[in-house]
């Protein structure tokens, strides 16, 4: 069974700390994304991956940052947690064959 | 900008009904329209999906009716069961791999 691994289902974090949220898949998929929910705003993409070492800023970046050192991993950084990242944080991987595979998520509150 | 929108935000249908769930885009260059149905605390998971060059595609009580003049896509549930209660999110593609996400409907599907 194909899987996308977020490490911590829940976080609470106090403000101004540097926040890592680790993704790891296992289908050997190319392209990996960091998406944000939020009630009434569906999902918000922060940073993409179409391979090692590459990252794009997908529509809200500000605030994040990512590395892909390696191809099944995808960490995203929140370099300074501020209260307006309260979220809960998705990551997902693609290949063209079998479209986007989610994580179950990382339920984080910054205090 | 919201590229794809999405109504209503929340449904609530009987079971048996027929549940009824819209989405708007602007961009022509979107050339796959996803629907990922999430259950509360996982992440969402593919459902459905079709490409522009299509009306109409079923996939058992599920089905995507497409409109590509008028840049609409919607999905229909037939026979909405209790286990449909969910939330909703459609979704297009743009270059790359990259979606853009509706803001979500929960379904409620009563007994």
């Known amino acids: 069974d194909v899987k996308v691994t977020q490490s911590s289902r829940y976080l609470v974090k106090r403000t101004g700390e540097k926040v890592f949220l680790e993704c790891v898949q296992d289908?050997?998929?190319?392209?990996m994304f960091w998406y944000r929910q939020d009630p009434g705003l569906g999902l918000r993409l922060i940073y993409f991956s179409y391979d090692v070492k590459m990252k794009e800023k997908g529509d809200i970046p500000e605030g994040y940052s990512v590395s892909r050192e390696k191809k099944e991993r995808f960490s995203l950084i929140l370099e300074s947690a501020s209260t307006n990242q309260t979220s809960m944080y998705l990551c997902?991987?693609?290949?063209?064959?079998?479209?986007?595979?989610f994580g179950s998520g990382t339920r984080l509150t910054v205090v | 900008q919201q590229q794809v929108k999405q109504s209503p935000q929340s449904l609530i249908v009987q079971k048996g009904g027929i549940s009824i769930i819209n989405c708007a885009y602007e961009n022509t260059a979107f050339d796959y329209f996803p629907w990922y149905q999430q259950f509360p605390g996982k992440g969402p998971a593919l459902l459905i999906a079709i490409r522009p060059d299509v009306s109409e595609k079923k996939e058992g009580r599920f089905t995507i009716s497409f409109n590509k003049s008028a840049k609409q896509f919607s999905l229909h549930i037939m026979d909405s069961q209790p286990g449909d209660s969910a939330t909703y999110f459609c979704a297009a593609r743009e270059e790359g791999q990259k979606l853009v996400f509706g803001q979500g409907t929960r379904l409620t599907i009563n007994p």
């Open positions: 997902a991987s693609s290949n063209l064959l079998y479209g986007y595979t």
């Open positions: 289908m050997d998929h190319e392209n």
